[in-house]
């Protein structure tokens, strides 16, 4: 089987965002692409609702859209442009989608990413999260597989690594960091903010024009000068930096909290964060398995009264 080296020139990222899926593939995936410099990268993305592929192209990245999630269609991609190494971030491909492509294509290096333990067909496994255990992929992956898997290969993003050489800010009032993903498809930063409303603290959202709430929490944000909402903003890190305290999903985004050491609560937002949620109860790290304005607001009297 292939590995990396030099030759790769030609590597097509296969991910997809919108206000459904969210944005944390796309953002990890341009962070991953950095890793591959002097390369000609190009994305395969599907135009869909609430997407962030304006992203890609911000970068300077090549951007193919996709009609469909068909193989065939990807298969035109990677011919069009040669392709030397597929790197796949995508639920909705499976172990026998990335099986045909090796067999169509067994010269090509194919590296997946992967979040929950699930079976693959690829030459590379990268599961880049704080939580992720080795040996959990003994028989769902090829012997020749290479894993790389925990906190090592997390991918941060450089700006991560500027805000935490800044100077910690002391805040004149108590200031929260608030994100749950890219699109907060259930709505959970205006449930939060309604709890927030009863606490003396200043309030740092930050989301993305996938968020299919994004009027309403406009509305909520308008004249209320304790709440800074940040949109598609390019300073997240700066902004965490300067912030007391997260409330985050149980999504990628803790990967970036445990980097800054910011105390935090997090909750869970989706069915693929279970790994993440047992990772942090296995750790005595606080989690809502489930949103409740009594359990969160349980949760901050305690907190705030100790660290305020």
């Known amino acids: 089987m292939t590995k990396t080296s030099d030759r790769v020139k030609n590597i097509l990222f296969r991910a997809d965002s919108s206000s459904t899926i969210g ?34 192209t911000e970068e300077g990245y090549k951007l193919e859209i996709l009609e469909d999630n068909n193989i065939k269609t990807l ?5 069009k442009h040669n392709i030397d190494m597929i790197v796949i971030d995508n639920y909705e491909i499976d172990y ?24 693959h067909y690829c030459d590379i496994l990268l599961n880049h999260n704080i939580y992720a255990d080795e ?5 769902l992956v090829p012997q020749w ?6 906190k ?17 800010i002391k805040n004149e009032k108590f200031t929260i960091f608030l994100a749950m993903g890219g699109a907060d498809h259930k709505n959970i930063i205006m449930k939060v903010l309604n709890v927030l409303e009863e606490f003396d603290v200043n309030a740092n959202i930050v989301t993305t024009s996938a968020n299919k709430n994004l009027d309403e929490l406009k509305n909520f944000c308008d004249n209320k ?15 965490m930096r300067g912030s007391d305290f997260a409330i985050v999903s149980a999504s990628v985004i803790l990967n970036e909290v445990f980097f800054m050491g910011i105390p935090f609560v997090a909750i869970k937002t989706a069915d693929n964060q279970r790994e993440m949620v047992k990772f942090l109860k296995d750790n005595g790290y606080p989690i809502l398995e489930e949103f409740s304005n009594d359990g969160l607001k349980d949760y901050l009297k305690t907190e705030l009264k100790v660290i305020i």
């Not at 962070?31 to 304006?54: C, E, H, P, T």
């Not at 298969?75 to 011919?79: F, G, H, K, T, Y």
């Not at 000068?225 to 700066?238: D, R, Y």
Request: glycine share 2%; charged share 35%.
């Open 23 to 56: 944005t944390g593939h796309i953002m990890r995936d341009l962070v991953l692409a950095k890793q591959f410099k002097n390369n000609n990268i190009i994305f395969a993305s599907r135009d869909l609702k609430g997407n962030i592929n304006f992203k890609i």
């Open 75 to 79: 298969q035109r991609v990677i011919e």
């Open 96 to 119: 026998e989608f990335e099986k045909k492509l090796k067999e169509k294509y067994p010269n090509i290096e194919l590296m997946v990413l992967d979040d929950t333990y699930e079976k």
């Open 135 to 139: 040996s959990r992929y003994k028989n």
């Open 145 to 150: 597989c290479e894993l790389r898997c925990g």
């Open 152 to 168: 090592k290969h997390t991918l941060i993003r450089e700006e991560f690594y500027e805000a935490k050489r800044l100077p910690k």
């Open 225 to 239: 000068n304790w709440v800074s909402l940040h949109i598609n903003s390019k300073e997240i890190a700066k902004i």
